[in-house]
């Protein structure tokens, strides 16, 4: 069974609640996945932001929602007590609770029509009927505009030409942690240039170990026959650890490879090196920052 979405959580939670008691929110979590026969995996699973689980969240906008249309109210620190209008709607249960069932009550009804939810008519529906919770319609939007940018980014990288690729390589390792400094990185790199290793970088700023590295921008799909070689070089200058870049993939013979073999090396493709220059800023600039917060209960506790 797939986690069910926050609108179908509301009735089990609000009859969950029904005895009239304080019910700690985090003791409803497993009743609920206990109720929806979820997997381990499916309990385990998180926001793409890794901030929480996804099951957990649902069930927070589950229970905020009742609590804005009046059904259930907080009765303390993540503690949620059934309203005498909660019970009433459980006198008569419907087959479902969803965001339209809510809009009946006034409450609910001046939550949705603040400024921030004003919409047009078509896109009011369809916020009304989203199964999403915010902070995962918030993700999905997110990891949209960074997979776009990741892939005009990786087309930018492949048409720049190689002494730019290079510079490029150098940029990124240093805003990683490696090679000291951007002038002891740049003259490092691209200067041993035989038996197949294109640059040598410190792996740290004291220069207490040092990293090989091939940074090619290829189109065809990096074998296991170049995964060996440049493995066969670091052996020649008895390096324990490299770095193979390039702008396209490696196979799955090549994968398997670095991973049966004595040597550390690690594996970078167009997609990893995409990714890796977003999140080090290398080549990309902030046009936005949204910061969301939540509750600190800490603050809350001797109120």
């Known amino acids: 069974m797939a986690i069910p979405d926050y609108q179908t959580l509301m009735l089990p939670?609000?009859?969950?609640?029904?005895?009239?008691?304080?019910?700690v929110v985090s003791n409803i979590v497993d009743v609920l996945a206990d109720l929806f026969s979820l997997t381990e995996d499916e309990r385990k699973?998180?926001?793409?932001?890794?901030?929480?689980?996804?099951?957990?969240?649902?069930?927070?906008?589950?229970?905020?929602?009742?609590?804005?249309?009046?059904?259930?109210?907080?009765?303390?620190?993540?503690?949620?007590?059934?309203?005498?209008?909660?019970?009433?709607?459980?006198?008569?249960?419907?087959?479902?609770?969803?965001?339209?069932?809510?809009?009946?009550y006034p409450e609910f009804q001046e939550f949705r029509q603040r400024p921030h939810e004003q919409n047009n008519t078509n896109e009011g529906t369809a916020i009304l009927e989203q199964a999403d919770t915010p902070e995962e319609l918030l993700d999905d939007s997110y990891q949209n505009l960074r997979q776009a940018l990741?892939?005009?980014?990786?087309?930018?990288?492949?048409?720049?030409?190689?002494?730019?690729?290079?510079?490029?390589?150098?940029?990124?390792?240093?805003?990683?942690?490696?090679?000291?400094?951007?002038?002891?990185?740049?003259?490092?790199?691209g200067r041993s240039?035989?038996?197949?290793?294109?640059?040598?970088?410190?792996?740290d700023r004291l220069g207490l170990d040092v990293i090989y590295i091939q940074a090619k921008r290829w189109e065809n799909t990096v074998g296991r026959p170049v995964i060996q070689a440049?493995?066969?070089?670091?052996?020649?200058?008895?390096?324990?650890?490299?770095?193979?870049?390039?702008?396209?993939?490696?196979?799955?013979?090549?994968?398997?490879?670095?991973?049966?073999?004595e040597k550390k090396i690690v594996l970078i493709n167009g997609e990893q090196l995409a990714n890796l220059m977003m999140d080090f800023n290398v080549g990309v600039t902030t046009i936005n920052t949204y910061v969301v917060k939540k509750i600190d209960g800490d603050y809350f506790e001797y109120v």
């Open 13 to 23: 939670l609000l009859q969950i609640t029904r005895d009239g008691n304080d019910h």
């Open 150 to 189: 990741a892939d005009e980014l990786l087309q930018k990288v492949k048409a720049c030409s190689p002494s730019f690729f290079e510079r490029l390589v150098v940029d990124l390792l240093v805003a990683m942690g490696y090679g000291g400094s951007l002038n002891d990185a740049g003259q490092a790199i």
């Open 230 to 261: 440049f493995a066969g070089s670091l052996e020649g200058q008895r390096a324990k650890k490299g770095i193979m870049i390039t702008t396209s993939d490696f196979t799955k013979e090549a994968k398997d490879y670095v991973g049966r073999i």
């Open 193 to 203: 240039g035989d038996e197949g290793i294109d640059g040598i970088i410190k792996e």
């Open 45 to 104: 699973e998180m926001l793409q932001s890794g901030a929480q689980t996804k099951f957990r969240n649902r069930i927070a906008w589950a229970r905020s929602y009742l609590v804005k249309a009046g059904l259930l109210i907080g009765s303390g620190r993540g503690v949620v007590r059934i309203t005498e209008r909660g019970l009433n709607v459980l006198a008569t249960p419907p087959s479902k609770i969803d965001n339209n069932f809510l809009m009946q």
